[in-house]
């Protein structure tokens, strides 16, 4: 949820200036970029939806969180026209990570309400701090280049991807859970 909410945040708030300061592009190109990510993310969230019907949240993630880590490196080091796709390739990448967060943490009806209250704060943390945090990155190194911590983070993430698998046979549900924890 932390590497999802800030994929997502930071692009919300710094695409556009990325695309402007880093490249001289006039204003209205950067906000046609952040345009760009936004309607990929739409058709991710879109079509994602079908994908993990399909596959299951593991793989589908797997594929979404190298996508945003493809898509920042084409945004960060692409130049101004493989930005833009960079930037699909981002949106689409960010699409899914928070929805899918959200839905993993209350798979156990029992302890749903404990756990959403715990990853929605992560989330909406990391949602809200991470872009001036950015921010202040951008200061010293450029908004463009500060853009890779984003793309650190989505590798990061790979890693604890597994944590949101679907609950197969066997998993605890109401009233048969042994864990006293409710987050995990």
Not at 129 to 140: E, M, N, S, T
């Amino acid at each position: 949820m932390l590497a999802a909410a800030f994929t997502e945040g930071t692009a919300n708030d710094w695409v556009a200036v990325a695309f402007s300061e880093g490249y001289d592009l006039p204003r209205w190109a950067g906000v046609l970029g952040f345009a760009v990510f936004l309607t990929f993310m739409t058709l991710g969230r879109i079509v994602g939806a079908r994908l993990l019907d399909q596959h299951g949240r593991v793989p589908v993630l797997r594929l979404l969180f190298v996508s945003a880590v493809v898509g920042c490196a084409l945004v960060v080091f692409g130049g101004p026209v493989l930005a833009f796709l960079g930037a699909a390739i981002w949106g689409v990448g960010a699409s899914l990570g928070f929805p899918v967060g959200m839905s993993a943490a209350a798979d156990d009806p029992r302890w749903a309400a404990a756990r959403l209250s715990v990853v929605s704060t992560i989330g909406y943390a990391a949602f809200l701090a991470g872009p001036p945090l950015l921010g202040f990155l951008g200061d010293h190194v450029g908004v463009l280049h500060s853009l890779l911590v984003v793309g650190a983070m989505a590798v990061i993430a790979l890693l604890a991807i597994p944590a949101v698998r679907e609950p197969g046979p066997g998993t605890a549900t109401l009233g048969t859970s042994t864990s006293a924890d409710p987050i995990g």
